[in-house]
């Protein structure tokens, strides 16, 4: 299984440049809503969290 990175995204306008930088290190990484449920979540199997804040 890929290892990867989870941001979650609570409206923030940075949670596309997030991810393109943590995949810049070669790190597979996926935006999640921030509604995910944790069944989904847990599914994915990440190795990491990234909470990207709310609108400003």
């Excluded at 409206?11 to 935006?31: D, F, K, T």
């Amino acid at each position: 299984m890929k290892e990867s990175v989870a941001v979650l995204d609570f409206g923030s306008q940075y949670a596309q440049l997030i991810a393109r930088r943590i995949r810049e290190l070669g790190v597979y990484c996926e935006i999640l809503r921030h509604d995910i449920t944790r069944d989904e979540l847990v599914s994915k199997s990440p190795k990491a969290l990234v909470f990207s804040g709310g609108p400003a």
